[in-house]
């Protein structure tokens, strides 16, 4: 396959950037996207070139590094896939590729395809953990939990927080990984100590990074690659009631 | 933006009812129109409760246009570069078109309320007839009104479907089954008011009501 690539191109965080077109030829379908930028890395290297900085780590489809807006798709456009694990057999010959980084006043570009996610570490620094004593695993029948909890709860923890949700949203809102972050400790007995100062100070943490406001759109859940389905949000807004109503608003746990 | 839009939905159930009157006749509908205005006495003075009623609408439509005008200005800021390949929509039509489409309504319901509150605007502008109001402002040759008003119930439409799913979303509900009777009944819901509008302009235009 022969492509025509459009690559954000930024030195640093205050260069201004630009699209830059670049050709790659002889790109196997069997390669992933992440594979075919490598190859046009080697070239670029070869030339003398600087080249296109993007985020990437385990290369399977779990960690998270990865994010790359392709043709206005986060991740790319096959559904429930991260970009490492996009092949280039969802192209076809000829194709000219848009790719940008994550769009996002929370998430400044770093250099060309990388941005800086700290935001979503502020977010979870702000509630989403528990306090237990650590130690050796407990035993797994000690504490029941109903299954459809635990379903519900293995649900949101699935995600990886790539920031996909935040790059696709029309409002550049943050919800969707706010919200799988409280609920998958929300809904499970070890969650509930903090459960309501917990909602409170993410969203609050989640407004002071910068995010937008969610207007319930559904986007995020159409790029997710780990499908986090948008009811978290709901789950959410009625955690986030009860919180308000309980606690007066005290933010932080 | 949910509580003020429940609000106002409500009196969009309320007003279509009224408008539907329109099919008994007349003397029924100006009868009810007269009505309206004796609401709530003796308790309250004739007039008194529309004007209560207009106070807490009007209140109601700040209170969501402010809301509105907060999250459109939150988004901006949230994206200060645009991409430069834009996508096609992937979630529903109905939620993006939610700003511009209000900008629509906001504009209809100035134009609606000289038109047939005030009557400024309309040929016969006769408080004490409203049927006849109606009738001479949707007849055939004055079809860009009907033109108007249609595109505007149908933003309205577009606006209900988004807006009583988003509400029920914002004010708790949670489980994906709740979620698809939330949208189904957001759908019916909207198509059920559009059509309730849409109706008597379009008996008016083809001389089902004269």
């Given at each position: 396959m022969n492509l025509t690539l459009r690559i954000w191109r930024q030195k640093g965080p205050e260069d201004k950037g630009r699209m830059v077109t670049y050709k790659v030829d002889?790109?196997?379908?069997?390669?992933?996207f992440l594979e075919m930028l490598d190859v046009l890395n080697e070239r670029l290297i070869l030339q003398g070139e600087e080249p296109v900085a993007f985020d990437h780590d385990c290369?399977?489809?779990?960690?998270?590094?990865c994010g790359l807006m392709i043709n206005g798709n986060a991740h790319g456009?096959?559904?429930?896939?991260?970009a490492c694990q996009?092949?280039?057999?969802q192209f076809s010959d000829g194709d000219t590729i848009d790719i940008e980084p994550w769009r996002a006043r929370a998430f400044?570009?770093?250099?060309?395809?990388v941005v800086n996610r700290n935001a979503f570490d502020k977010i979870i620094a702000a509630g989403g953990y528990i306090t237990a004593p650590t130690g050796s695993a407990p035993e797994a029948h000690a504490t029941p939990v109903a299954k459809a909890d635990a379903d519900a709860a293995f649900e949101s923890a699935?995600?990886?927080?790539?920031?996909a949700c935040v790059a696709a949203c029309p409002n550049g809102s943050g919800m969707l990984f706010t919200a799988a972050k409280v609920t998958q400790l929300s809904l499970l007995p070890q969650g509930q100590p903090e459960r309501y100062t917990r909602v409170i100070g993410m969203v609050d943490a989640h407004d002071e990074a910068g995010f937008g406001g969610c207007t319930n759109a559904g986007e995020c859940t159409a790029v997710c690659p780990k499908g986090i389905p948008l009811n978290t949000i709901g789950r959410l807004n009625r955690d986030y009631l009860a919180a308000t109503a309980k606690r007066g608003g005290t933010p932080g746990s | 933006m949910a509580v003020t839009g429940i609000l106002l939905v409500l009196f969009l159930i309320a007003h279509m009812l009224g408008n539907l009157k329109i099919f008994t006749g007349a003397e029924a509908f100006n009868h009810y129109a007269h009505w309206l205005r004796d609401l709530g006495t003796p308790l309250l003075a004739p007039g008194w409760y529309l004007w209560i009623q207009r106070t807490v609408l009007l209140v109601a439509v700040l209170a969501h246009i402010g809301a509105a005008t907060v999250l459109a200005l939150r988004a901006r800021a949230a994206r200060p570069v645009q991409y430069a390949h834009r996508k096609k929509v992937q979630g529903s039509y109905a939620a993006r078109t939610m700003r511009w489409g209000g900008v629509i309504i906001l504009l209809f319901v100035i134009y609606h309320i000289l038109d047939?509150?005030?009557?400024?605007?309309?040929?016969?502008?006769d408080a004490t007839r409203p049927h006849s109001n109606v009738v001479a402002d949707f007849a055939p040759e004055r079809w860009y009104v009907t033109l108007f008003y249609t595109l505007a119930v149908v933003s309205l439409g577009f606006h209900l479907r988004h807006g009583t799913f988003s509400a029920l979303r914002s004010l708790g509900q949670q489980t994906p089954a709740g979620e698809r009777r939330a949208r189904t009944f957001a759908l019916v819901f909207a198509v059920v008011l559009t059509a309730g509008y849409l109706v008597v302009p379009f008996a008016v235009l083809t001389g089902l009501v004269r």
């Open positions: 002889d790109v196997s379908p069997d390669m992933s290369r399977e489809g779990i960690c998270g590094m456009p096959q559904r429930g896939t991260t996009l092949h280039m057999r400044p570009v770093i250099k060309d395809l699935a995600c990886i927080g790539c920031g | 047939l509150t005030t009557g400024t605007l309309n040929p016969v502008g």
